[in-house]
Structure formats: structure tokens, C-alpha cells
């Protein structure tokens, strides 16, 4: 089974084990775990969970959308923690979430580049929904 097969199949699980909330799931990282975001107490928390459903442990409060970098070790998200959905940038661990947009639109359903340097997301700035890509330090911000 493939991974991307894998991780549907592990997200619509979650979603029965979970209640019927939705749950929005990343491709499994480099040290295996399953990054998700779901529901639990009125806002989008991200969690980190085993393939087989064993030590989720909670990464954050008010993120959604969690993807990986493609070495493992960082986690792109979306949050409206600062009133809107922006993009923000954090540890595998959770720690040292790092804001990487910053404007009055909704950010949303980011994902790093192959090499990590980049983040590409969702927005409609110009009232058409729109791709962006963004250095992950906030930088070089360009419409697609």
C-alpha cells in the first residue's frame, strides 16, 4: 500500500475513532508519526499520533492543516491564533512556532517545497483564490 493510501485510509479512521469530527492528516514524517488536526474543544488542535493509533501526543492549539518538511523536522500549519488564518512554521516537536504570514486575508493549506526552503499556500488577497509561495522566514512572498 502506498503511503499517500496509507494515511487516507489511517485519516478515515481517525474520523470514526474520533466521533465523526473532521480530521485533516499529513503524510507520515520522517520518524514515522502521523501529523492531524481536528476538533476537540472548539478550535483546531494539531497532534502527532503512531500509524497504528498508539502516543498521540497535542503539538499546539488553534492549527490546522499540518504538513511536513520533507527531512521530518518541521511542521507547516494554519492557525487563526492573531484573529485570521495565517501560516506558521514549527518544530516536529511543536516547540517554536515561527509566523511566516502576516496579512488581513485567510492563509490557508500550506505545504513545504521538496527542498524546505519555501512554503506554497492558499489565499485570496485579490478576491480570487490564489497560490502563493513564501521563504519559511516569512521572506519573498510571490503570487503563482
Known sequence: ????????????????????????????GVNGKL?????????FETYLI??????????NSAGALPSWNADGT????QTNRDGNDEIYVMQSDGSNP??????????EAPAF?????????HSRRNG???????RTNGTNETRL
Open 50 to 59: 503512531n500509524p497504528g493509533g498508539t502516543n498521540e501526543s497535542r503539538l
Open 35 to 43: 501529523a492531524f488536526s481536528t476538533s476537540r474543544n472548539g478550535a
Open 98 to 107: 515561527v509566523r511566516v504570514t502576516s496579512n488581513l486575508v485567510q492563509d
Open 113 to 121: 517545497s521538496p527542498d524546505g526552503l519555501w512554503v506554497v499556500f
Open 128 to 134: 480570487a483564490a490564489e497560490i502563493y509561495k513564501i
Open 74 to 77: 518541521r511542521i507547516v500549519f
Open 1 to 28: 500500500m502506498s503511503v499517500r493510501r496509507f494515511s487516507l485510509l489511517l485519516a478515515t479512521l481517525a474520523i470514526g475513532v474520533l466521533g465523526g469530527r473532521p480530521v485533516f492528516a499529513a503524510f507520515p
